[in-house]
């Protein structure tokens, strides 16, 4: 009963964060351009490019590559189990909200994207230290563009992130 309580709670203030960061349809073209921009970096394309173009550099490049590559494969298998298992609705169809993007599929929890964007950013941010803070921001902004631009709840995307980050830790581990 409590967990009920407590997954409803947590369900409502999702709700509430999204209504809040929505991007409306009519702002700035430019506004809504940005957000698009970023949001793409997340997808598929944008992702395995940049997980095996460097493999063709060699060296430490090519190491990190390939361990980035297997992160992201890895964590988007655990997103499509996870999406098939909770079956959560997108905010366009529980809503009735507009989204400014097109929406890959009909499940939105977790957040696709934000994991591909966290998986490749922890990837190369564990093997190059240095390039950790820009990385992982660019990953923030892309979990941030799937709710502005209507396609996800707050909670699919640190949801998202964190199954990239578990991903990476377990990949370490073992």
Not at 123 to 128: E, K
Request: proline fraction near 5%.
């Amino acid at each position: 009963m409590i967990s009920a309580t407590l997954f409803t709670r947590l369900a409502d203030r999702d709700r509430a964060l999204f209504a809040r960061c929505l991007v409306d349809p009519t702002a700035s073209r430019h506004r809504r351009l940005f957000w698009t921009i970023v949001t793409h970096l997340g997808g598929v394309s944008c992702s395995v490019l940049a997980a095996t173009l460097p493999l063709l550099a060699g060296g430490a490049l090519a190491d990190a590559a390939r361990q980035t590559l297997a992160m992201l494969v890895f964590s988007h298998l655990v997103v499509q189990v996870v999406k098939r298992t909770v079956s959560r609705p997108r905010p366009s169809n529980a809503l009735d909200c507009v989204t400014l993007v097109v929406e890959p599929d009909r499940f939105s929890f977790p957040s696709g994207h934000s994991t591909a964007a966290m998986a490749v950013a922890f990837g190369y941010a564990t093997a190059f230290p240095s390039l950790a803070a820009p990385l992982v921001a660019i990953a923030f902004l892309v979990g941030a563009s799937r709710v502005f631009l209507g396609v996800h709840y707050p909670g699919d995307v640190l949801v998202g992130q964190l199954i990239a980050v578990l991903t990476g830790v377990a990949w370490h581990l073992t």
